[in-house]
């Protein structure tokens, strides 16, 4: 019963609906009735394993034989494979009583330690002493059940030592310890058991409660930035039709008085070209008097010319020197610059609410290097704020006490009276930066952007105001609206900086093999803060800062 020889060389299958042509090959019969459907317009059948050619095509009619022997060749293919299926493979339990190819085992015997199929079983379910063995699902670990020692069942525990013993050594190298059934300490496990998987369920339940949470929440983002996009584009739209209206009727305001002034001025023209086509004609009258050589007809044509009328405009155009809508333009501009300050302003204001919408996950402070570093960012000082005293190089992220002045050009947000400097980065969210010092000199702190420039200490100093928060190294201290606070441990010469704008935590580390926390601040951040250094001399000796960039 070779399957090869009962399989269609066309669809390479178990013959179906087997059919023999006058060459004597089998082939299914649709397999066949399709090829030679493809060969009638040549008009020549062939047999496509010979080649031998049929005219006229063949009539086909099922073999009922081998139609027979191929369903009796499929019902012996399921029971062989059936029977294999009971068979034990290399990862099943293979029964210990059967000989030759082995069965799979259904029960393992903790009393006989052995594995039975199911035809072996069957005295554990009929003999009434083997019935109270206890049976349990198919192990290949029985023989662990038996002490190595003196070929016992353990069915004992010792707590002291941690280990499964039989009878024997309870008494032998176990006497004396505390031991117990190894039905009872499974009973005791088992309870143990059932609080851990009780505990591991409830934070389960926790957790998918928090998935869930969170799930709601990322929707809750969604649709709320989705509505908020929209609503700010519709206001946008408004605010730009707005501008368009109004440059709209600028535009024909415009338009109309140029049409009125431009109106006038041609009136006053046509007037004038009027008043010179008639002095023209009265000049071209007096001419032809003049040259008239009969005295007595110039006496007597001279007094019947009319005067010239009186002209009706002066005797000269006084153009002012205006500067027609020239006005209009620098009224414009004002605008704008007005517009661009309100809307920097509110700028501002809008970064920080969108900086501030940040879900509540209990995120913690950073414990490692590593894990400052996903914060880090590079720092750059801002040259319009820098007091004359600091020189910056290695493009502004190094601030140096010069004994001579820089020559910077002058600008509002320059501290006038301290030498300080702030960074171009606007700090929101959470952020980390590390500033190398050279010296003692250094003031490693943050503030408000309207920090006050130019003043006493406690108006402009970092540390002196309510506005910045600054770590003296060369004191040792931390401060915050002029009060001073010793730090805590060595400050080395890296500081490290963390910011969680939106938790309003900011802690200040010293950062060398490890991280050492130096002072911590929890407070409310009402704007977004700049990076800033004071930078100091003492007997002409200089200190610098560099804001390095973490890695």
């Known amino acids: 019963m070779d399957p090869e020889t009962f399989s269609c060389s066309i669809c390479l299958d178990l013959l179906k609906d087997p059919v023999t042509i006058p060459c004597g090959h089998s082939y299914c019969m649709k397999c066949i009735k399709t090829q030679w459907d493809e060969e009638d317009q040549k008009g020549i059948h062939s047999c496509p394993q010979c080649r031998e050619t049929f005219t006229p095509r063949p009539v086909l009619k099922k073999s009922t034989m081998l139609a027979a022997l191929v369903e009796k060749m499929m019902k012996t293919g399921l029971q062989a494979a059936a029977a294999d299926h009971c068979y034990a493979g290399p990862e099943d339990v293979a029964c210990d009583f059967c000989t030759g190819r082995k069965l799979k085992a259904i029960k393992s015997c903790l009393v006989c330690l052995v594995s039975y199929c199911k035809n072996h ?14 049976l349990v699902e198919p192990t290949k670990n029985l023989q662990e059940n038996i002490c190595s020692d003196h070929d016992e069942m353990m069915k004992m525990f010792c707590r002291t030592d941690q280990k499964s013993i039989c009878y024997l050594c309870s008494v032998d190298e176990h006497k004396g310890h505390d031991t117990v059934s190894a039905a009872a300490e499974r009973t005791e496990r088992q309870r143990e058991l059932e609080e851990r998987r009780g505990n591991i369920q409830q934070r389960i339940q926790d957790r998918e409660k928090d998935v869930k949470l969170l799930q709601q929440e990322v929707e809750a983002i969604n649709r709320s930035a989705d509505k908020t996009v929209e609503d700010s584009e519709e206001i946008f739209t408004q605010m730009i039709r707005l501008l368009q209206k109004r440059s709209s009727e600028v535009k024909q305001q415009i338009r109309s008085q140029q049409e009125t002034e431009v109106s006038r001025v041609k009136d006053v023209e046509e007037k004038l070209q009027q008043e010179i086509t008639e002095l023209k004609r009265k000049d071209a009258e007096l001419e032809q008097l003049s040259h008239t050589q009969d ?61 501030e919408v940040d879900v509540l996950l209990s995120a913690q402070e950073p414990k490692t290097r590593a894990e400052f570093l996903k914060y880090s960012l590079e720092i750059t000082m801002d040259p319009n704020t820098a007091n004359t005293r600091l020189k910056l190089s290695e493009r502004n992220r190094k601030v140096t006490w010069m004994n001579d ?67 003296d190294c060369s004191s040792s201290r931390f401060g915050h609206n002029n009060i001073w606070t010793p730090i805590s441990g060595p400050v080395s010469s890296r500081i490290g900086v963390y910011l969680d704008h939106t938790a309003g935590l900011l802690s200040f580390y010293s950062v060398s093999e490890t991280m050492t926390l130096l002072h911590r601040v929890q407070t409310t951040f009402t704007q977004p803060l700049l990076a800033g250094v004071r930078v100091w001399h003492y007997f002409g000796s200089g200190s610098s800062a560099d804001f390095i960039k973490p890695n």
């Open 295 to 355: 005295h007595n007809q110039f006496l007597l044509n001279y007094p019947s010319l009319p005067a010239p009328s009186e002209s009706t405009h002066s005797s000269s155009i006084n153009i002012r020197p205006l500067r027609h809508f020239e006005d209009v333009t620098a009224a414009v501009s004002e605008l704008r610059d007005k517009l661009q300050d309100v809307l920097r302003d509110s700028w501002t204001n809008i970064s920080l609410m969108v900086t």
């Open 405 to 471: 002045r820089q020559s910077y050009s002058n600008h509002p947000d320059r501290f006038i009276d301290h030498l300080q400097v702030l960074s171009r980065e606007s700090l929101t969210g959470r952020c980390y930066w590390e500033v190398d010092r050279s010296g003692e000199h250094v003031s490693v702190s943050v503030a408000y952007e309207n920090t006050s420039r130019a003043g006493t200490w406690k108006e402009s100093g970092f540390g002196c105001n309510d506005k910045s928060w600054a770590l």
């Open 121 to 134: 079983l069957q005295p554990h379910l009929d003999v009434p002493r083997m019935k109270k063995h206890k």
